[in-house]
């Protein structure tokens, strides 16, 4: 059964710092996705990670994904209050049906 | 406007009330999917269709049910309310085609308290 765990599960941090959220998963994926969810809003997908040793950067975010050691990493770089939100690791059941199975959340809050 | 839309936005529940959460996308992806999300659990899976005519259960099923009659509805339905389905749930739909990423988009959600 696959299991995703992300840590932190809340993090709170200046602007201007930088900062790395994990994502662990436990059985074999080929695929690994992070949305970002404003508070009361859906899901807003960031980065589709599909090989080992993928890099993904939109501004000041940058995914990461290891697939021999199942882990995945989402850093902020110099972060900014807009950045405020909370932030997903999804990944893809390799058999069957391919579904998603999602982590926990880290909520993020970014302080002037 | 493309995308997905889920109907009602929010609704208050008696327990025991049977409740259809509505959910139709226009983007012609084949497979779509229901969730719930409870604070601290993340998202978790309920039901799922890869295509229409096909369902199958997810990580959550018991005490909903779902219908995929066409390629755009996914209706979810709760038979007899219970106050630990109170949460909000989200509709998702992809591609699910060869070469494509599977990328899932979402819905608005759909607030529900169940009383």
């Known amino acids: 059964e696959l299991k995703v765990e992300q840590n932190p599960l809340f993090l709170s941090m200046q602007e201007g710092k930088n900062y790395t959220i994990y994502c662990n998963y436990s059985?074999?994926?080929?695929?690994l996705y992070w949305y970002r969810q404003d508070p009361g809003k859906s899901l807003e997908s960031l980065f589709v990670l599909l090989s080992n040793g993928a890099v993904k950067q939109e501004g000041r975010l940058m995914a990461s994904l290891d697939t021999k050691a199942r882990l995945s990493t989402l850093h902020i770089t110099a972060a900014v209050h807009d950045l405020s939100a909370t932030y997903f690791c999804a990944v893809a059941e390799i058999q069957g049906a391919q579904k998603l199975v999602f982590g926990q959340g880290t909520r993020l809050t970014i302080n002037p | 406007i493309a995308g997905i839309t889920q109907a009602p936005t929010s609704q208050i529940l008696a327990a025991g009330r049977r409740m259809t959460l509505r959910c139709t996308q226009d983007?012609?992806?084949?497979?779509m999917y229901w969730y719930r999300q409870d604070l601290g659990l993340g998202l978790r899976l309920i039901h799922y269709?890869?295509?229409?005519?096909?369902?199958g259960k997810g990580e959550v099923p018991d005490g909903y049910s779902v219908s995929r009659a066409n390629t755009d509805d996914f209706p979810l339905t709760l038979a007899s309310a219970v106050p630990s389905q109170t949460s909000v749930y989200f509709c998702a739909s992809s591609p699910l085609s060869g070469g494509t990423y599977n990328e899932q988009f979402f819905g608005p959600g759909t607030r529900l308290t169940v009383l």
């Open positions: 059985t074999t994926s080929d695929r």
């Open positions: 983007m012609r992806h084949n497979a």
């Open positions: 269709s890869n295509t229409a005519g096909t369902t």
